[in-house]
């Protein structure tokens, strides 16, 4: 790891004032990934900035009747709150479905959002990553594939988002609020957070230069059946081959997001009238342009079964 300097603020204001100050800082909050990353040193930040104390860390119901999530609040937390229990069954459920009971206590909502790809290629840097070293090439095209994306993703990167949680938050809608280091403040959904990869993997959220995600907000609850199937290759403590994030309405329409096949949680939104067709009619728009390896192509009819199983599920 390398050497760094490090301070802890109280305030959003301080966090902010103090990135600006240090040119090359990152904010710290849980450190589940971003300290990972240092010990590879492929990130290695001059300063960090510790914002574990600057509040952030309730869900409170909004005016609007929905929630209001602080970027802090912490995984175990957020599972576990009476609210999201009854009215958000499914983000619930994702974020129990991902990584272990410690690492929840610490992982916070907003660092969850922003972690990094697990794409073998990235984690070693002994290989060609434009993720990791913009312009040297991607050696996951040519190479080991089985894991990675199938749709999204382009001629310099196949990496896939890895998370749970924002899977289940494509699907409920969910807008993310950020402050930049002048105090300006915006609302983004999280389609417009995640970015593309195209000819700039290393680019993968429309955030600026220390700008910082105060909250999460859900909408007030829909209703319907909601449903988190993970595929993976073991049962617990493993990331998604697929995993198919959904709340389906009695008459069959609804929302569906899908994890472990693309650079951001995979939503088509112009797709979803096609549900109460079924799984294959549905998939195949959802999939439309999608562009496997040899590996990961196995992943195509796995999100078309995996969702089959899901609206079964639905209808029982």
């Known amino acids: 790891m390398k050497t760094f ?5 109280s305030t959003p204001a301080e966090a902010a004032a103090a990135s600006t100050r240090t040119p090359g800082s990152k904010f710290l909050a849980g450190g589940t990934n971003l300290l990972d990353l240092m010990k590879l040193e492929i990130e ?6 510790d914002i574990g104390k600057i509040g952030l860390n309730k869900i409170e119901s909004t005016p609007a009747g929905g929630l209001r999530i602080g970027a802090l609040v912490s995984n175990t937390d957020l599972a576990a709150h009476p609210l999201v229990r009854r009215d958000y069954g499914l983000l619930s459920r994702a974020l129990l479905a991902g990584a272990s009971g410690q690492l929840r206590n610490k992982a916070t909502t907003a660092g969850n959002l922003l972690q990094r790809t697990r794409c073998p290629y990235f ?6 990553c434009n993720k990791r070293v913009p312009g040297s090439g991607c050696a996951a095209i040519a190479g080991f594939s089985r894991q990675l994306g199938i749709i999204g993703t382009s001629t310099s990167c196949i990496a896939t988002y890895p998370g749970d949680m924002a899977v289940a938050m494509r699907a409920l809608d969910a807008r993310v609020e950020t402050i930049n280091p002048n105090g300006a403040k915006r609302t983004l959904s999280l389609d417009q957070l995640y970015r ?3 000819q700039t993997p290393h680019l993968e959220t429309t955030l600026e230069k220390n700008e910082l995600i105060t909250a999460i907000l859900l909408p007030p609850p829909v209703g ?3 449903i988190y199937h993970k595929v993976r290759d073991r049962s617990s403590y493993a990331f998604a081959l697929v995993s198919v994030a959904a709340i389906l309405q009695k008459n069959g329409t609804g929302h569906v997001a899908i994890g472990g096949i693309a650079p951001r949680p995979w939503r088509v939104e112009t797709a979803e009238p096609l549900l109460p067709s079924g799984a294959k009619t549905f998939t195949a728009q959802l999939l439309k342009g999608a562009r496997p390896t040899k590996e990961n192509e196995y992943k195509l009819a796995l999100v078309e079964r995996t969702l089959a199983a899901v609206l079964d599920e639905a209808n029982h």
């Not at 300097?5 to 603020?9: D, F, K, S």
């Not at 984690?123 to 060609?128: E, I």
């Open 123 to 128: 984690y070693d840097t002994n290989q060609l």
């Open 5 to 9: 300097t490090y301070e802890r603020v």
């Open 224 to 226: 319907g059946v909601q």
């Open 196 to 198: 593309l990869p195209d």
């Open 44 to 49: 290695a930040p001059v300063h960090l900035i």
